[in-house]
């Protein structure tokens, strides 16, 4: 294959201030010691031998005399003979490996272009190249501009290379036979955008299938190498609305909705219209904490109790804490919850993250106090640094008991007039409805934390615009309803209770361009300068917020009998579609 690639390289006529190379040239140059004879080896080990044999006998003469204070630049013929030893030694080891060394650091790739080991190939792709020249910050377009591929030509002041199309079929040919990995093009050419291109052409040419609908272009395929998204060949587009103004703690926001589905962010902004006219809501961030529950096994159940008894023990909490909050500038530890299964020991670990959502945070400061434990109890078993008590995106008691990320409450209190001319429908019937639908009837189906109407609907657009975590949608979503005549029966009270927000403005997705742009609508973008955690906290108020909207709104439509109409009208298209060609 490779010489196949070399023999496609054909030189071009260049100005002077350029120079023709062939793609091996350009792509990866065998360093000093790969073609040293046997000799120049056995002659490196010499010199290895020599250096630390004069350095040992230096430092064991200088040692003594400063024992018998006897001044060292006094020395005799065989300190003087190793001396010169040690200066022509290092010399030689400098001069020799220090080539190979600068080498290492100007060269990126290797000899052999594709075929690495592939460990190799997993650092690199963890890595930015040197191709980017800027730092991608939030909201910043660092993408490589891909322009047509014409030349095989190396500019001598560092201008980006460019390689012929040929070259790009040929690797290809390559994946598709299976002898290129196609998660190794990022790191190999440098350029993310036709890594993506050249591997969306592969899988076409694989499958058989068409990718003619999923856009390519428009994106910055350099933010999210390493923290984002694998093996990309494009981007989704989903459309985001706007709800709002969502008055919420006498400030107004604009809310950010990403999603596919009709009539969602019109019924959130009929629901921010009523809040608004009515005074606006209220919410409280009642706990913050991020958890991580590691599984561990003993010999016995009562060396399990052990541990339970120490962890449990306030005297040693500190000393914990301090070890766990090594992991971050952020992170602190809040508490450790323990539950006995047996032999196997489960350790629930709390702890506030700042503006993260906080997974990798805590997680690192759990290894960490692990890593202590083992000293005094040297036969744990760490079988899992999750064990499922945590518990991360799965619906699980202990998330709508105990909370996870930021537990926020959020009420308002909408007015007669409002219910009637807003939102079509009364108090009463308003109250009646959320009984016998978010409570008894959630009941009967034996919901865990679903006890609302829709607020995962909510959370999963806005979580999705703002760059969170989609799959926490799960346990975020978890939220119970309650509505409440109040002022002589003439106004309603409604709330939001939601235990498990899990929010971050930093960090994953949410320092890409789009995602950043709405975080920034919302005022929350990046971490809190002032306090820090304020504004993931923030973040979580305004999703509460905008469910107690997405609530009022729906309850309001299945009480006056408009939800199908609604749909109908807003989430079916009026195009004939028997007249549509299949």
């Known amino acids: 294959m490779e010489a ?36 120049l080896h056995l002659t490196n080990a010499v010199f290895f031998s020599l250096f630390f044999s004069v350095v040992y006998f230096l430092l064991s003469r200088w040692r003594e005399k400063i024992r018998t204070s006897t001044p060292l630049h006094l020395v005799n013929l065989s300190e003087i003979v190793a001396i010169f030893a040690f200066i022509a030694s290092f010399v030689y080891l400098l001069g020799f490996f220090g080539i190979d060394f600068v080498q290492s650091l100007i060269l990126r790739q290797s000899t052999d272009l594709w ?17 980017r020249k800027i730092p991608c910050g939030q909201a910043l377009d660092c993408s490589v501009t891909s322009a047509p591929i014409i030349s095989a030509q190396k500019v001598v002041d560092e201008k980006p290379v460019k390689l012929t199309t040929e070259e790009d079929e ?6 598709v036979a299976g002898t290129t990995p196609s998660y190794s093009l990022e790191s190999k050419l440098g350029d993310c955008k036709r890594a993506a291109s050249i591997r969306r052409e592969a899988l076409g040419r694989i499958t058989g299938k068409s990718l003619s609908g999923l856009p390519l272009d428009g994106f910055d395929y350099e933010s999210i190498l390493g923290q984002c998204c694998e093996m990309p060949i494009g981007y989704v587009q989903i459309p985001v609305g706007i709800a709002g103004p969502l008055l919420l703690n006498g400030k107004e926001y604009s809310v950010p909705m990403a999603t596919t589905e009709g009539c969602l962010v019109a019924s959130t ?21 991020m958890t991580r529950a590691p599984v561990v096994r003993f010999g016995t159940a ?4 052990d541990l339970k008894f120490y962890l449990e023990d306030p005297e040693n909490f500190e000393t914990l804490a301090v070890v766990f909050n090594r992991s971050s500038r952020f992170a602190r530890l809040q508490g450790i919850k323990c539950v ?8 629930r670990f709390t702890c506030s993250t700042g503006d993260a959502m906080g997974m990798n945070m805590v997680s690192k400061g759990v290894q960490n106090v692990l890593d202590f434990l083992q000293t005094d109890f040297p036969d744990m078993d760490v079988i899992g640094i999750s064990g499922n008590l945590c518990s991360d995106k799965k619906p699980a008691a202990v998330n709508w008991i105990e909370g996870r990320g930021k537990s926020v409450v959020c009420e308002a209190i909408i007015k007669g007039d409002v219910v009637r001319k807003v939102l079509k429908t009364s108090v009463e019937s308003l109250v009646e409805l959320n009984m016998l639908k978010n409570l008894t009837g959630s009941a009967m189906a034996g919901a865990l934390g679903g006890f609302n109407a829709h607020a995962s609907n909510i959370v999963s657009a806005v979580y999705i615009a703002t760059g969170q975590d989609p799959a926490q949608n799960i346990e975020s979503s978890h939220c119970i309803t309650m509505m409440e005549a109040v002022n002589e029966g003439n106004d309603l009270h409604i709330s939001v209770t939601m235990p498990s927000i899990e929010v971050g403005t930093v960090g994953g997705g949410t320092q890409l361009a789009s995602q950043s742009a709405c975080l920034n609508l919302l005022g929350v973008k990046g971490a809190s300068q002032e306090s820090p955690g304020a504004n993931s906290r923030r973040l979580a108020t305004i999703v509460a917020g905008a469910v107690l909207a997405g609530e009022l709104s729906l309850m309001s439509a299945l009480a006056a009998g408009q939800l199908v109409k609604s749909h109908m009208k807003y989430n079916r298209s009026s195009k004939d579609v028997s007249k549509t060609s299949s």
């Open 4 to 39: 196949r690639w070399r023999s496609s390289a054909k030189p071009v006529q260049a100005p002077k201030t350029t120079k023709t190379v062939s793609f091996e040239e350009v792509s990866g140059k065998a360093s000093s010691s790969e073609a040293l004879p046997l000799s």
């Open 115 to 131: 075929n690495s080991e592939d460990e190799e190939e997993n650092e690199a792709l963890l890595r930015k190249e040197d191709a």
């Open 170 to 175: 040929e690797i290809i040919k390559a994946i």
């Open 269 to 289: 902004n009929r629901g921010c219209k009523a809040i608004h006219l009515s005074g606006g809501a209220s919410s409280v961030l009642l706990k913050d904490g």
């Open 302 to 305: 009562k060396r399990a109790v």
């Open 340 to 347: 006995i299964a047996g032999k196997n020991l489960y350790l």
